[in-house]
């Protein structure tokens, strides 16, 4: 257990430091640990927000066509 | 004359600074926080936040030159009513401020701005809801750039309440020890094991502390240099946002299910006293027309409802963590009451002046005086559990309040039987002579009452103020 997470936490540290940028002015010190770990999880909490976003439009873009369906079918049934 | 004071807990954001004069709240900015203020400002972002009750409202005024050198804006604010503190708060309190903090964040995110800072200091109860506080915490968000606040997040907060909730729920009043939240590793060790790996606090506090563990321990053997910040969506940024609201949305105190059931217990009174006792109560306060009342030793708070009911502040304070959080529930879920402030404090010990210079955060006897100290069913407990004489009770009650309303139990009740049942004879002294002489060299006695039950309410008035 230990060893495994030794290894993700390398693998980790080793993905976060091609994403290397400028620091950014602050008064607070967010601290360099707190700022990797932050950059790890948000690339996991990207993905689940970009799925949500797509999910979401892929509801709204068949929730339209059914909509423009029935209105159809209303339609032809009012003609 | 006019003499601006500057807030002794105001010294660490270079952008500005809180001061009072002439009995008014006041901030001023500086050039570091002017443009953060104008840009949020002119964007409206401070009405958003305001509209939705989530920010202390404030007026832009111009104080000229009695304003603090360098002020570029000067803002006036409304005086909170009580200044607490995060070691003082209930559980589910500390919760809501934590939850406050989330929901302003995830607001500004959607307009390009953020928090700067996420202390739980900037919290404060106004009299109808938690509210952020610090006009100056809102920032322009660092394109790309990592929440600077997160870490102070985890350890006021998330690292707080895991441990109050599944260690042991007076680790909040150990708060009062780590002024800028629990070190994370130190929440790690302490968490029991099955909870480091629940999902959200392993996330947010293990591995966030072990991240910590080795930046600190590359900066200690010089290797800091390479070291940038690494880059942070705006989608990373909201989703890290939700996560830590789950995660605090998940941790609950579950004891505190079983007190509602126990609310009788809980109550050491029976109701009869309580009725006698609430009526008494409410003519004290009619009479009186407080504006501030401290109900000390203040159980579920019955006697602190009377009180707000005559729109009079209440700070109803219990040593007893099971006590506040019932009556912030009871709050929380009938928003009819108002102006009740429910604080964990042990009376023997109360909070004392903190921080840099001792003086960052102030004691309770400095966020005084009260304009009237309910002190029911307390005494006997101060003298006979905590071993404290009862001229010194009077002089304490003399430095925080001008009026007190104090019970009298007398050596032959039930309730102080119980608690001499196993000192026998050594304890101080209490009896109905020396709480009259002891309270009597300080207050004048201008009104009292005795129960069906034998027991005495006293109405105090202080004659004279001690040094």
Request: charged share 20%.
């Amino acid at each position: 257990m230990k060893a495994n997470s030794k290894l993700i936490v390398g693998l980790a540290l080793l993905f976060i430091l091609i994403f290397f940028m400028d620091s950014a002015f602050a008064y607070l010190d967010p601290g360099t640990g707190s700022m990797m770990i932050q950059a790890l999880l948000a690339i996991f909490a990207a993905v689940s927000v970009s799925i949500g976003i797509f999910w979401r439009r892929l509801r709204s873009f068949f929730g339209r066509i059914s909509s423009q369906k029935s209105s159809e079918e209303h339609d032809s049934d009012d003609t | 004359m006019t003499q601006m004071i500057l807030n002794s807990g105001s010294f660490r954001d270079p952008s500005g600074c809180v001061f009072s004069m002439d009995g008014k709240i006041y901030r001023s900015i500086f050039t570091h926080g002017a443009n953060n203020f104008k840009a949020a400002r002119d964007e409206g972002i401070y009405d958003k936040l305001i509209e939705a009750g989530l920010l202390l409202a404030y007026n832009e005024v111009n104080l000229g030159n009695m304003a603090p050198e360098g002020t570029i804006y000067c803002l006036a604010h409304p005086q909170l009513p009580m200044i607490s503190y995060p070691w003082e708060w209930p559980f589910s309190m500390f919760k809501d401020a934590a939850l406050l903090h989330l929901d302003a964040m995830e607001m500004l995110l959607q307009h390009g701005f953020w928090l700067r800072d996420a202390s739980a200091f900037n919290v404060q109860y106004d009299g109808s809801r938690l509210r952020l506080i610090d006009t100056l915490s809102i920032g322009r968000r660092v394109p790309e750039s990592p929440w600077v606040a997160y870490g102070q997040f985890c350890s006021h907060f998330l690292g707080s309440l895991a441990m109050a909730a599944y260690c042991d729920i007076r680790m909040l009043s150990l708060w009062r020890n780590y002024i800028d939240g629990y070190p994370l590793d130190l929440v790690t060790k302490t968490l029991p094991i099955w909870r480091r790996y629940r999902p959200g606090l392993f996330m947010h506090l293990t591995l966030h502390a072990r991240f910590q563990g080795l930046a600190d321990r590359k900066k200690h053997i010089g290797q800091s240099k390479s070291v940038r910040k690494p880059k942070v969506s705006e989608h990373g940024l909201i989703g890290l946002i939700r996560s830590l609201h789950r995660t605090i949305k998940g941790i609950k105190w579950n004891h505190f299910s079983k007190i509602w059931k126990d609310y009788r217990e809980i109550r050491t009174y029976n109701t009869e006293d309580v009725a006698r006792k609430s009526e008494y109560v409410d003519s004290v306060v009619r009479r009186l027309k407080p504006n501030m009342v401290w109900d000390l030793g203040s159980n579920t708070g019955e006697f602190s409802l009377i009180a707000a009911s005559y729109g009079a502040f209440v700070v109803s304070v219990d040593g007893d963590p099971d006590c506040t959080e019932f009556q912030y529930k009871r709050l929380s879920q009938k928003n009819r009451i108002r102006g009740i402030l429910p604080l964990t404090m042990d009376l023997a010990n109360p909070s004392p002046s903190l921080g840099w210079d001792s003086r960052e955060r102030l004691s309770l006897r400095d966020r005084g005086p009260a304009d009237l100290v309910l002190a029911l069913a307390l005494i006997h407990h101060l003298v006979l559990s905590c071993c404290v004489p009862l001229y010194q009770i009077a002089e304490w009650f003399s430095n925080i309040t001008n009026h007190v309303l104090v019970e009298f139990i007398p050596p032959s009740d039930p309730m102080v039987q119980k608690l001499l049942r196993d000192r026998g004879e050594e304890h101080l002294p209490y009896n109905l002579e020396i709480f009259q002489s002891s309270f009597g060299e300080i207050f004048d006695f201008f009104d009292r009452k005795t129960l069906q039950n034998g027991r005495m309410l006293f109405l105090c008035r202080r004659k004279k103020r001690l040094t």
